[in-house]
């Protein structure tokens, strides 16, 4: 009996690393909720039904954590009340469920399961570590059955624009349309991924659409047989696929060019309109920025030190205290102590502040 005994004994050491791994886990999937959600100044009724719907899909405590920045500078700056929902996996529920009760009522949070994970045959090589959130966008009609126009976001975005403005403009969509999106890169772009890669899939126009933010008609696309096309390029494109659901979504652009609208690029502002000369987002300059993307991390790394800047001022402004016009001087003033960067802002024409100050009189608080 006395070797297995031992054997028994030797068993312990690695039970006890299991639960203390497992512990340091749900030790890591805490989150600390935002120290407050704020209400506009100005809350007005948006006259009819249904409101605005903004979806996004959130797998892990990191996605949690890049959701909720995102909702609240949605939050600061709509004045009209909206609907946000979560496609999300069992520890992003979880965390969202302790923020639910704390959101603002005029903000309805609605949390909703995967709906379907992609089998192995249709995942690109690279997708090993496999997260069901990515492909999710892909199946918006079936998730939402009695929505008709909704706008889909990645969870690493800031609003510089509230959803009345913001809708207004993705919202505007022809007969013919049932996509709203913008460029991968722009007509002037000769970098591309979509360029760059000898064409690994069809795609749209010269260089590509990029899926991290658009809206789609889901009563027309229901319509027209998306469910059945979408299952038709997975089976057809096995192998090919590199990009996930952007590619398939390029693939379906390619194939009805007449279905997408193109939207200017200041409402999908990322790294790849810094990375190159040929890519500069001439509406951003003009205008401002609508939604700052920070694809690739760009949030969290120095690669593109104007960008993480930027989001380092939203991070750290006190909203309770200060209003838009303070945080334009604030984001002109911390960015333009980057000279030696002239990567996003060459002619220095500070338009990451411009959205701002043109809501200077805005308050984020009500009085």
Not at 150 to 171: A, K, M, P, R
Not at 175 to 180: L, T, Y
Request: hydrophobic share 40%; charged share 25%; net charge negative.
């Amino acid at each position: 009996m006395a070797p297995l005994r031992w054997k028994l004994y030797l068993a312990v050491p690695p039970a006890v690393v299991v639960l203390y791994l497992t512990n340091i886990f749900f030790l890591d999937t805490r989150i600390s909720l935002p120290e407050v959600w704020l209400h506009p100044k100005i809350l007005a009724g948006t006259g009819k039904d249904p409101r605005p719907v903004v979806v996004t899909a959130a797998c892990g405590v990191e996605a949690t954590k890049e959701l909720l920045f995102s909702l609240r500078s949605l939050i600061l700056f709509s004045h009209v009340p909206f609907r946000y929902v979560v496609i999300a996996d069992g520890a992003a529920a979880k965390l969202l469920y302790q923020v639910q009760r704390t959101i603002p009522p005029h903000v309805q949070l609605e949390i909703v399961g995967i709906y379907k994970r992609i089998p192995w045959k249709y995942r690109p090589w690279h997708d090993a570590f496999h997260e069901p959130c990515t492909w999710q966008r892909l199946y918006l009609p079936e998730i939402l059955p009695y929505d008709s126009l909704v706008l889909y976001v990645d969870v690493d975005i800031l609003f510089f624009e509230g959803i009345e403005d913001v809708w207004q403009v993705f919202s505007q969509l022809g007969p013919e349309h049932v996509i709203g999106i913008t460029m991968e890169h722009e007509e002037n772009s000769t970098t591309s991924i979509y360029q760059t890669s000898n064409g690994h899939v069809p795609h749209y126009g010269k260089t590509g659409i990029q899926a991290g933010i658009f809206v789609m008609d889901l009563e027309k696309v229901r319509s027209w047989g998306w469910k059945e096309e979408i299952q038709g390029i997975l089976e057809e494109r096995q192998g090919d696929i590199i990009y996930k659901d952007q590619d398939v979504l390029n693939i379906y652009g390619h194939r009805h060019q007449e279905a997408i609208k193109i939207l200017p690029c200041r409402w999908n502002f990322r790294q790849e309109h810094c990375r190159y000369e040929g890519n500069r987002c001439l509406s951003a300059y003009k205008e401002g920025i609508g939604i700052l993307h920070g694809a690739g991390g760009s949030f969290e790394t120095w690669e593109f030190p104007g960008i993480r800047k930027a989001a380092d001022v939203f991070r750290e402004w006190d909203f309770l205290k200060k209003n838009a016009s303070g945080l334009a001087d604030e984001m002109e003033r911390r960015i333009a102590m980057l000279d030696d960067d002239p990567s996003c802002d060459p002619l220095r024409l500070r338009f990451f502040s411009k959205t701002f100050r043109k809501q200077s009189s805005q308050s984020f608080v009500t009085s």
